[in-house]
């Protein structure tokens, strides 16, 4: 047998393996020769790009997760909210089923929040009251500031229904909190909370309530309606 060949190919293997090795310690070398503020800016450089390539990769998957949620919550909301038109206890138990599994299977996902308060809804309208405090608090603290102001209103709403209108009342306020007469669902959050007032037996604050929604809504198309209230209480506008 012809061991020069082996002798060939196993000297061939050896430089290739070798050559790499080489230039990492070549590599090295050069480096350990630049100037320390040079070799600094190099090494914070390399690492500022690996930080960019996994920031990167991380928000590829977070885009691919979201968009995956979005696709699958699609259609589950569509039948939600046939349920809730029809109104039908089978459709709206078996929706609220595709919910809880949507919610379980995509807790972190931006729409989430979404997901908890349309099963709000269904667990109203099937008067489970407890199960939808607790999807609209979750909606709440999940949710863009549209879904907190839906969730925050439904939630006194279903307090009502359960006869709690103290913490009607607080999750009105609280929803009120920090929010102006430019913010989503403003004066009906104002009307709910006044409302509860009058229900409470509290006069004074029912007043004082309508009468900032005249301030600060003062071209809204229910100032009549609130100013009815007003009326019924003693106070003209």
Do not use: C
């Not at 972190?108 to 929040?113: L, N």
């Not at 939808?132 to 603290?141: F, I, N, Q, S």
């Not at 006044?194 to 900032?212: H, N």
């Amino acid at each position: 047998m012809d061991q020069g060949a082996g002798d060939r190919r196993d000297g061939g293997v050896a430089a290739g393996y070798g050559r790499p090795r080489g230039a990492v310690k070549r590599l090295r070398a050069w480096l350990a020769g630049l100037p320390p503020a040079i070799r600094w800016t190099i090494w914070g450089t390399a690492t500022l790009l690996g930080v960019l390539i996994a920031g990167s990769a991380a928000w590829t998957w977070f885009q691919y997760r979201e968009s995956l949620a979005q696709r699958t919550l699609a259609p589950i909301a569509q039948t939600a909210n046939q349920a809730l038109a029809g109104g039908e206890r089978g459709a709206l138990a078996a929706v609220a089923e595709q919910l809880k599994r949507f919610v379980g299977d995509h807790p972190r996902s931006r729409v989430s929040a979404e997901g908890w308060y349309l099963l709000g809804n269904v667990q109203f309208q099937l008067q489970n009251l407890d199960a939808a405090l607790a999807a609209y608090g979750e909606a709440g603290r999940h949710g863009s500031l549209s879904v907190v102001a839906l969730s925050g209103l439904d939630l006194g709403y279903t307090r009502e229904a359960k006869g709690d209108l103290r913490g009607a009342l607080d999750a009105y306020n609280q929803t009120l909190t920090g929010r102006t007469a430019k913010d989503f669902l403003y004066g009906d959050l104002l009307l709910a909370k006044g409302r509860v007032l009058e229900q409470t037996g509290d006069k004074a604050g029912a007043i004082e309530t309508y009468k900032r929604f005249l301030r600060d809504l003062a071209s809204s198309t229910r100032v009549d309606e609130v100013r009815a209230r007003l009326a019924l209480l003693g106070v003209s506008a």
